[in-house]
């Protein structure tokens, strides 16, 4: 298995991945399906475990309208500061909560604040994760309101980028407000939003 990491593919001409980080996290997350429902569009939320458990109905439901369900780790932690097997335990744990939600087994992975090195990488793909990181960072975490939010996700986007958002891990009220003019500014521009595995399709 190839492991190293994937911050976008140019090779994907015209498309582009929405990925949501942090989630589920009720309202905000709730808001972003149906803005993505009412646009057709699917996009990849990076879910954490323990946000995961007790929150099965929205892991189906996102799985149910076309959704990739990706892996973040169980708490958060920095994974590069962990010993293989507490990097091991903190996605494998993440990856059974999935696949007892959905039924399925996460294919992907995004390690928290993009901290990973080799070894990450190394214990993520011998659990069968393919690291994926971004080149479109719209700091929306940050809350600088939804306009500022919207300018980076449309006018940062190249080719095959893959844009960073999150619907969790705080107020995401900006982030949801921006998501509309998001998908429209894009495809303003020609660049069609897909779900990771649709991005790398065109690769490899
Ligand atoms: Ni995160």
Same mark, same amino acid.
């Given at each position: 298995m190839n492991v190293? =990491?994937? @911050? $976008?593919? =140019?090779n994907a001409r015209g498309q582009v991945a929405l990925t949501f980080d942090d989630g589920p996290?009720?309202? @905000?997350?709730?808001? *972003?399906?149906?803005?993505?429902?009412?646009? !057709?569009v699917d996009a990849t939320f990076f879910v954490?475990? %323990?946000?995961?458990?007790?929150n099965h109905d929205t892991l189906r439901r996102m799985r149910d309208e076309g959704h990739e369900i990706a892996n973040h780790s169980w708490s958060h932690p920095q994974l590069t500061s962990l010993s293989d097997a507490g990097i091991a335990s903190e996605l494998n744990r993440t990856s059974d909560e999935i696949q007892a939600a959905t039924g399925q087994r996460p294919s992907f992975f995004r390690p928290p604040y993009g901290d990973r090195n080799a070894r990450v990488d190394a214990v993520a793909g011998a659990n069968g994760l393919r690291d994926i990181i971004w080149d479109v960072d719209t700091r929306d975490w940050a809350r600088p309101g939804s306009e500022a939010i919207r300018s980076s996700a449309v006018n940062d986007? %190249?080719?095959? $980028?893959? *844009?960073?958002?999150?619907? /969790? /891990?705080?107020?995401?009220?900006?982030t949801a407000a921006a998501?509309?003019?998001?998908?429209?500014?894009?495809?303003?521009? !020609?660049?069609? =939003?897909?779900t990771v595995p649709q991005l790398l399709a065109e690769r490899e």
């Open positions: 190293d =990491p994937v @911050y $976008s593919n =140019p996290n009720g309202a @905000y997350t709730d808001e *972003i399906l149906r803005t993505l429902e009412r646009n !057709g954490l475990g %323990q946000n995961a458990a007790g986007a %190249q080719d095959g $980028s893959i *844009i960073l958002m999150h619907d /969790g /891990g705080g107020n995401r009220a900006q998501l509309q003019q998001i998908i429209d500014g894009l495809r303003a521009r !020609g660049l069609e =939003p897909v």
